[in-house]
């Protein structure tokens, strides 16, 4: 990629299919300094019709859309555009589709939940030559690499499979706080209490056996107890 003149700023494209996170992201990129986003799409088809007509330094992309797979969205950017990076920000964690996307060409891959300051420095860190994995991406990697199953889980004192015992609504705040909501965004979004939501939020992580939003996405993503 050209970084002088003009060309120092980095064309970024954005793909996701999801309306509220597709704001927020286009939020985030739009106050970056260091970028200029061309376009934020919806659909794998209306990505290629900008791949195909616009200059792309940089495609962060969702994996799965209405209309097919971002790998293929990674895959038309490599085709047309071979010195761009790929990035990916999905909640799928499965061993099989984290692959993929990195060997369709992706060189950095991270959880829905990522905070505003955690995707630009990520991003920066991949202009630079780097590749940022959210941490529970990077253990399935290893676990690839190395050969190995998923682990198992010491569910503690609780009952086999309690993790699929979630409540209807303790599922319904997953997928909030997986979209990146705040427990008062939550608290607003379901009529609930802002002392509710923290409440619910420990049973979640009690039953996944988890110590953070991320991880609790992981699991519930590899359980397949969410879909996004």
Not at 146 to 175: H, K, M, N, S
Request: glycine content about 10%; proline content about 5%.
């Amino acid at each position: 990629m050209d970084r002088s003149g003009e060309a120092a700023c980095c064309r970024v494209l954005l793909l996701e299919d999801d309306a509220a996170l597709r704001r927020r992201f286009e939020t985030i990129l739009t106050g970056w300094r260091g970028g200029r986003l061309v376009a934020a799409c919806g659909t794998l088809a209306a990505a290629m019709a900008v791949l195909r007509s616009e200059p792309v330094d940089l495609l962060i992309t969702d994996l799965r859309l209405p209309d097919g797979h971002g790998i293929q969205g990674i895959r038309h950017l490599r085709a047309l555009h071979p010195r761009a990076e790929a990035m990916v920000i999905s909640v799928l964690a499965d061993k099989e589709v984290v692959i993929a996307a990195i060997e369709a060409g992706a060189t950095g891959y991270l959880l829905k939940d990522v905070g505003p300051d955690e995707l630009i420095a990520a991003i920066e860190e991949l202009l630079a030559g780097g590749s940022p994995i959210s941490s529970s991406i990077a253990r399935v990697i290893v676990q690839r690499l190395g050969g190995q199953g998923p682990p198992v889980r010491d569910r503690g004192p609780g009952p086999p499979g309690e993790a699929a015992l979630l409540t209807p609504r303790e599922t319904e705040i997953l997928l909030s706080i997986a979209k990146g909501l705040t427990y008062a965004d939550v608290a607003e979004q379901l009529g609930l209490s802002r002392q509710t939501v923290p409440v619910h939020i420990k049973n979640i992580y009690r039953k996944l056996q988890v110590g953070n939003r991320s991880e609790a996405v992981f699991e519930a993503s590899r359980l397949g107890l969410i879909w996004l």
